[in-house]
């Protein structure tokens, strides 16, 4: 079965500081990635998502994230944080033929100190 | 902005009740989906719809149960609140991109407690 990690549960991060927060897939040929970041009380925003092509994407609000096939990740990345990016963050992951199931991670909280 | 509402956002009930969550969406999406979202877990897909008169069992098993009579619109019901219902509510939905990779869009959720 498809499975998502994000072994971060918590990060702190200054603001103006850059951030990475890490996400691991399970293995499958064809995988579709996502960030989706999570305000107290709202619902998921897609951040950005991974189909295929270039392996560096950009999404909204400065985000990056890199596929790295050989090490199963989808990392997400901010050259600097600002105070408004403190948030829950989730990675998920579909698969072709899983008819757009997505699986998601448990999701890391950043918090952003100033 | 994605336009997919929920109502409520907060529902307080009794154990026993009868509860409907409702989700709307205005973007003609024919996929839509229900998920569970415990606190420092991840999201559970509970039911899905590839379009009206569809529905389907997610990962996580529920009591609740869904209808899909119209496109834009795919309730959910627990036919007898428990106090393990007690949880967010996710509804979502996409577009039919193919086999997966089509993104979700996401209500703001309902917060149930069952007391």
């Known amino acids: 079965a498809q499975s998502v990690t994000q072994p971060d549960i918590h990060i702190t991060v200054s603001e103006g500081a850059s951030l990475e927060l890490r996400c691991n897939y399970s293995y499958g040929a064809t995988p579709y990635l996502f960030w989706y970041v999570q305000s107290p009380g709202q619902g998921l925003q897609l951040l950005l998502k991974y189909f295929s092509g270039d392996t560096l994407v950009q999404g909204i609000k400065g985000f990056e994230a890199e596929f790295k096939r050989s090490q199963s990740s989808f990392n997400l990345r901010k050259p600097s944080v600002h105070w408004s990016d403190a948030a829950e963050y989730f990675c998920a992951v579909a698969y072709t033929g899983t008819a757009s199931k997505l699986t998601f991670g448990t999701g890391t909280r950043l918090q952003v100190t100033l | 902005e994605a336009d997919i509402y929920q109502t409520p956002r907060y529902l307080v009930i009794g154990t026993g009740k009868k509860i409907t969550l409702e989700c709307s969406q205005t973007m003609g999406h024919d996929k839509m989906y229900w998920y569970q979202q415990d606190p420092g877990m991840e999201l559970h897909l509970i039911h899905y719809?590839?379009?009206?008169?569809?529905?389907e069992k997610g990962d996580l098993s529920s009591e609740s149960t869904v209808s899909r009579i119209r496109t834009e619109h795919f309730p959910l019901t627990l036919e007898s609140a428990r106090p393990s219902h007690t949880s967010q509510y996710l509804c979502a939905s996409s577009e039919y991109i193919g086999q997966g990779g089509s993104p979700l869009h996401f209500g703001n959720g309902t917060r149930l407690t069952v007391t």
């Open positions: 719809s590839y379009g009206v008169n569809s529905t």
